[in-house]
């Protein structure tokens, strides 16, 4: 390796103008969202007063392979070694993810002579059910805080970003997995090739890789644009997922959609040559519906930024209407996906008197850019609120139980996508 190379491969790019997978040139905005702090990066008091950087979450379509991207504008190292999500704060999602270790487990036939390895496996909240199935697990996880979480929990995790350089060592150490599996990972990483390198690499020639990502058919058909933001570089659908596996020698030969995040895909893949699973019927349908959909013409996507402004205006009328109204709204939740609806649509406090959270790391705390202040759920009880806006509105079902009692003083539920809506 010359020298120009280590120096290239040490100092961070620039906000490099080429398509993530395949390096044409970006021409095409698929929605521009301002500027935007990180939306992982709760503000403690004391911090209140202090600069807080704002980066760009400009979207774009590549016109050559289509796939939707926000370039690298904060390096993940940034993002990712000390992160507020733990996955385990949310019920619906353990849950969601126990019947996944259940379904997989059978389908594959894995047992004490497996090894499952998941990508960003956060704080254990899915290797351990494989765990009490006796199979043998190794987790890969790049936050220092969360891993130490997985690591009490008696979860083997190695502290480390997911790569083909990771992947090679682990090799090179007789590691290969029956099974690589990642949620919400793949939209995550900033070298989309790279990361199904590795996959491919690690995965022994009769395995199997699952992804699940939130699918972008849906993040269009519903508005779904607070789910953009600095965290997630790719916005896939099942045809770009398609080709930036097979770049790397894998197949898709299956496909599940999912009610997660709004609607998310999991994909099945294996290598190329792996003749014993055929590609399924419900992958070639999703393939039509998409290519039905227009994902493959550029004109489809340069719609959406003119919804999303459509969404805006209507979440503005409502909260104006109800200020002026002498009503109360409060938040719950303080997901990634609410920092982006508030900081876009311009609303503080002057709108929404504070959020809660069941995380005990974000209490106490205030959202970024907004500022909103975070408190324990309990504070709904005490303000007793006209308007609960539900943030994470992919939990939805779950939030309206848990609080159902502000229906005692007359309380609502209003979610805001896909568009604004009083629940009843
Ligand atoms: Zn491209």
């Known amino acids: 390796m010359s020298l120009a190379n280590v120096i290239a491969a040490e100092t961070p790019a620039p906000a490099a103008r080429g398509c993530l997978f395949c390096g044409t040139a970006l021409r095409h905005t698929f929605v521009d969202l ?10 403690p008091e004391e911090k209140l007063n202090h600069m807080e950087p704002f980066y760009p979450l400009h979207v774009y379509v590549c016109d050559e392979c289509f796939l939707v991207q926000l370039q690298e504008y904060v390096s993940p190292a940034e993002i990712f070694t000390e992160y507020a999500y733990f996955s385990s704060y949310a019920d619906s999602w353990v849950e969601h993810m126990r019947r996944y270790a259940d379904m997989i487990t059978g389908r594959l036939d894995l047992g004490r002579e497996s090894l499952v390895v998941e990508v960003a496996s956060n704080d254990g909240y899915l290797l351990q059910h494989f765990v009490k199935k006796g199979i043998p697990v190794l987790g890969i996880e790049p936050a220092a805080n969360v891993a130490r979480v997985a690591a009490e929990k008696g979860i083997p995790t190695l502290v480390r970003f997911f790569g083909e350089e990771t992947a090679r060592q682990l090799r090179a150490e007789g590691v290969q997995a029956d099974l690589v599996c990642g949620a919400n990972v793949l939209a995550q990483v900033p070298h989309p090739n790279d990361f199904v390198r590795g996959l491919q690499v690690l995965l022994k020639p009769r395995g199997v890789v699952t992804i699940d990502f939130p ?4 993040l269009m058909q519903e508005s779904q644009f607070d789910t953009i933001y600095h965290e997630h570089f790719s916005y896939l659908s099942f045809l770009s997922a398609e080709k930036i596996f097979a770049a790397q020698g894998l197949t898709l030969f299956d496909v599940e959609e999912l009610p997660t995040h709004g609607g998310s895909l999991r994909i099945y893949a294996r290598h190329a040559g792996d003749t014993t699973k055929p590609v399924s019927e419900r992958a070639r349908e999703l393939r039509r519906r998409e290519m039905d959909a227009g994902l493959l013409r550029i004109e489809t996507y340069a719609s959406f930024g003119e919804q999303v402004k459509e969404t805006k205006r209507k979440l503005l009328e409502f909260l104006i209407e109800a200020r002026r109204g002498g009503k109360t709204v ?3 939740g303080a997901p990634g996906k609410g920092n ?39 504070r709904i009880r005490e303000a007793r609120p006209d308007y609960v806006l539900i943030l994470p509105w992919n939990f ?29």
């Open 215 to 218: 699918h972008l058919m849906r």
């Open 330 to 332: 409060v938040g719950y």
């Open 34 to 43: 301002g500027m935007s702090p990180l939306c992982e990066s709760y503000v």
């Open 340 to 378: 982006t609806l508030l900081n876009y649509c311009g609303v503080r406090t002057d709108f929404i008197d504070f959020t809660v959270d069941r995380s005990a790391y974000k209490q106490g705390k205030f959202l970024p850019g907004t500022h909103i202040p975070i408190h324990p759920p309990e």
């Open 396 to 424: 939805k079902d779950e939030i309206v139980q848990q609080m159902a009692y502000i229906r005692e003083w007359g309380g609502k539920f209003v979610v805001p996508i896909p568009e604004v809506r009083v629940l009843d």
